[in-house]
């Protein structure tokens, strides 16, 4: 139409080009929170799955380490995550490991992390279980629970390492990490292990299971909306413009633009001017 040759103009050329843009950032942004959204989605699933699965064996889930003590196996594939596994060995209690810094309902303890060797020589790192620090303060060892000796089969959750950790710390007699990897923590221990560890669904007396928490996949629902809204306001925004633009300025009130009416004369002064004129 006529009215809208003005969009072709270098003015609304450019509206137009930065209107497309910003509404295609935004549909994008809400596909990026939307795959998020599947993923985790995807995750609370296998943690509720792994609530009633039958475990099943450790290396059927993920390979064990080939390499000399000091070494990782390969890395577990990212859909085993939270898979319930089963794993028999002995407990290493020289080589345990305390995680500092962990939370459960609320309160900040400690992980119990000890290397179940199996008979093949290997191991993998289990924790056993959470615990509340010594009364005395963080710096001295909680009062943990013995692991138990000889043969055991444990049965618990596959978790990934975990990133940006570090090799073991000596603390006031006992060992430390804040971050559970075993790439870093096999260079202090005997044997090779598994890259991956086992959260312990069965911890000791005086132990507390570590819940699987659940991502909040929800949150990442409601930007998908939120994005995409933004988008489409945008593009309603340059189509309101647009139309505006086409209609021109508004009319002014016609009512401000004529003159006042001129008030009537009185009656009897139109009368006596008429009578005045009236020849005797």
């Known amino acids: 139409m006529v009215v809208y040759r003005f969009l072709a103009t270098p003015r609304w050329l450019g509206y137009a080009a930065l209107t497309v843009a910003a509404a295609t950032v935004m549909v994008l942004l809400g596909l990026w929170q939307l ?6 989605a995807e995750i609370n699933a296998r ?32 859909h085993t995550e939270w898979t319930r596994v089963t794993v028999t060995g002995r407990y290493d209690p020289a080589h345990e490991i305390l995680v500092r810094g962990r939370t459960v309902e609320g309160a900040v303890g400690f992980e119990v992390l000890t290397p179940l060797v199996l008979s093949d020589g290997t191991a993998v790192l289990v924790d056993r279980g959470w615990v509340r620090p010594a009364s005395s303060g963080a710096l001295t060892a909680p009062d943990v629970p ?6 055991v089969t444990v049965a618990g959750r596959l978790r990934p390492p975990e990133s940006r ?6 603390v006031n007699g006992h ?5 559970i990897t075993p790439s870093a923590i096999a260079t202090a221990v005997p044997y090779a292990l598994f890259d991956a560890y086992v959260s312990s669904d069965e911890p000791a007396a005086g132990l507390t299971a570590v819940p699987a928490e659940k991502q909040n996949a929800l949150q990442n629902a409601g930007y998908v909306l939120q994005w995409w809204l933004f988008a489409a306001m945008t593009l309603y925004g340059y189509v309101y ?5 086409a209609r021109g300025p ?9 003159p006042d009416d001129p008030e009537p004369a009185p009656a009897h002064t139109t009368a006596s001017r008429t009578a005045g004129t009236h020849p005797d």
């Not at 475990?55 to 993920?62: C, R």
């Not at 950790?165 to 000596?170: D, S």
């Not at 060992?175 to 971050?179: D, Q």
């Open 250 to 258: 508004a009319p002014a009130n016609l009512l401000d633009e004529e």
């Open 35 to 40: 795959d998020r959204y599947h993923q985790r």
């Open 146 to 151: 013995p692991a138990p000796t000889g043969s």
């Open 241 to 245: 413009l647009a139309r505006r633009e």
């Open 165 to 170: 950790g570090g090799r073991p710390q000596e």
């Open 175 to 179: 060992a430390e990490i804040r971050r």
């Open 47 to 78: 943690i509720d799955a792994g609530t009633s699965a039958t475990p099943v064996p450790l290396t059927s889930v993920v390979d064990a380490p080939t390499g000399a003590a000091g070494t990782v196996g390969p890395l577990p594939a990212e």
